[in-house]
Antibody, heavy 119, light 107 residues
Framework: EVQLVESGGGLVQPGGSLRLSCAASGFTFSSYWISWVRQAPGKGLEWVASIKPDGSGKYYVDSVKGRFTISRDNAENSLFLQMNSLRAEDTAIYYC????????????WGQGTLVTVSS | EIVLTQSPATLSLSPGERATLSCRASQSVSSYLAWYQQKPGQAPRLLIYETSNRATGIPARFSGSGSGTDFTLTISSLEPEDFAVYYCQQRSNWPLTFGQGTRLEIQ
């Protein structure tokens, strides 16, 4: 059974940093695209970042470029999102979502972790 | 950036009725269009990918169609558990984008 479990969310002040993690199990982690998708309170879904299976390619939405870094550890079956210079508008539930071996269709989702940016 | 526009914003129907949800892209996404369902307090769930392919475990009452810029998600006969928010998503171009969602509510 595919499982994705996010952690690392919490309350942080504007300008602060946070590192999210996603622990994966039930599939060969190193073979799949994996992404972060967020959802602000009461709002729709927004794609944040994606990373290729071998980590060689990383893609970001413009609003987080230069502030967020996606990475993965295939030996530990883990995905990360380093978030710096956080803003109020980054407040959201952050979901880890698994794609395909060659696609960014979000086949599986974690339950999400809440990030709140507020003073 | 490809903008996806979903209509209607809210659709009010009764169980047993047919639901037709629309997603229009600002430029062609070929067939690289997916649909997700999200219920309150839950993560989204993939329903349809590449326009018309049902994801694993998705009932046959869900179907997708379209190409290029105009896409449709059809639920042939609504079950009580189908009332939720539905999003379309394109993977044709970076950045990946979602529509703003259609809320399907019980009439």
């Amino acid at each position: 059974e595919v499982q994705l479990v996010e952690s690392g969310g919490g309350l942080v002040q504007p300008g602060g940093s946070l590192r999210l993690s996603c622990a994966a199990s039930g599939f060969t982690f190193s073979s799949y695209w994996i992404s972060w998708v967020r959802q602000a309170p009461g709002k729709g879904l927004e794609w944040v970042a994606s990373i290729k299976p071998d980590g060689s390619g990383k893609y970001y939405v413009d609003s987080v470029k230069g502030r967020f870094t996606i990475s993965r550890d295939n030996a530990e079956n883990s995905l990360f999102l380093q978030m710096n210079s956080l803003r109020a508008e980054d407040t959201a539930i952050y979901y880890c979502a698994r794609g395909g071996t060659a696609t960014t269709i979000f086949h599986y989702w974690g339950q999400g972790t809440l990030v709140t940016v507020s003073s | 950036e490809i903008v996806l526009t979903q209509s209607p914003a809210t659709l009010s129907l009764s169980p047993g009725e047919r639901a037709t949800l629309s997603c229009r892209a600002s430029q062609s996404v070929s067939s690289y269009l997916a649909w997700y369902q999200q219920k309150p307090g839950q993560a989204p769930r993939l329903l349809i990918y590449e326009t018309s392919n049902r994801a694993t475990g998705i009932p046959a009452r869900f179907s997708g169609s379209g190409s290029g810029t105009d896409f449709t998600l059809t639920i042939s006969s609504l079950e009580p558990e189908d009332f939720a928010v539905y999003y379309c998503q394109q993977r044709s171009n970076w950045p990946l984008t979602f529509g703003q969602g259609t809320r399907l509510e019980i009439q």
